[in-house]
C-alpha cells in the first residue's frame, strides 16, 4: 500500500494562499481515492475535500470556492490549493488515501481511510 507525506504548512495571513502537496510511495496511486482532512485545537477532525481515483471531486460549503483539490498520477501526488484563507482555516491538514475499485467514488468520512499522513500544519493570522 501507499505511504503519505504532505508538505506545503506553515503561517499564512488572512486573504493569502498556500499549496499543500502529498506524496505518495508506491506504484498504483492511480487507484486510490483520497481526501485531505484537517483537525482544527481542540476539535475534531473533518472532511476538506475528496477526489475519487478518477478524477472526480467533493467540497463541503466551509471550502467551496476557495480550495481546489487535484492530482497527478504521474507524480503520485496529490495537492491542496487553498485561497482566500481565514483564521478559522487554522488546523493540522492531513492526507489520507483508500484502496477503490470504483474511479468515480469519493469517500467523505475519515473512517472511510486506512492510509494517512503524518499532517503539516496550517495557521492563518488575522
Known amino acids: 500500500q501507499v505511504q503519505l507525506v504532505e508538505s506545503g504548512g506553515g503561517l499564512v495571513q488572512a486573504g493569502g494562499s498556500l499549496r499543500l502537496s502529498c506524496a505518495a510511495s508506491?506504484?498504483?496511486?492511480?487507484?486510490?481515492?483520497m481526501g485531505w482532512f484537517r483537525q482544527p485545537p481542540g476539535k475534531e477532525r473533518e472532511l476538506v475535500t475528496a477526489?475519487?481515483?478518477?478524477?472526480?471531486?467533493y467540497y463541503p460549503d466551509s471550502v467551496k470556492g476557495r480550495f481546489t483539490i487535484s492530482r497527478d498520477n504521474a507524480k503520485n501526488t496529490l495537492y491542496l490549493q487553498m485561497n482566500s484563507l481565514k483564521p478559522e482555516d487554522t488546523a493540522v491538514y492531513y492526507c489520507?488515501?483508500?484502496?477503490?475499485?470504483?474511479?468515480?467514488?469519493?469517500?467523505?468520512?475519515?473512517?472511510?481511510?486506512?492510509?494517512w499522513g503524518q499532517g503539516t500544519q496550517v495557521t492563518v493570522s488575522s
Open positions: 508506491g506504484r498504483t496511486f492511480n487507484t486510490y481515492a
Open positions: 489520507a488515501a483508500r484502496r477503490t475499485y470504483s474511479s468515480s467514488r469519493g469517500y467523505y468520512g475519515s473512517s472511510d481511510y486506512n492510509i
Open positions: 477526489i475519487s481515483s478518477g478524477g472526480g471531486t
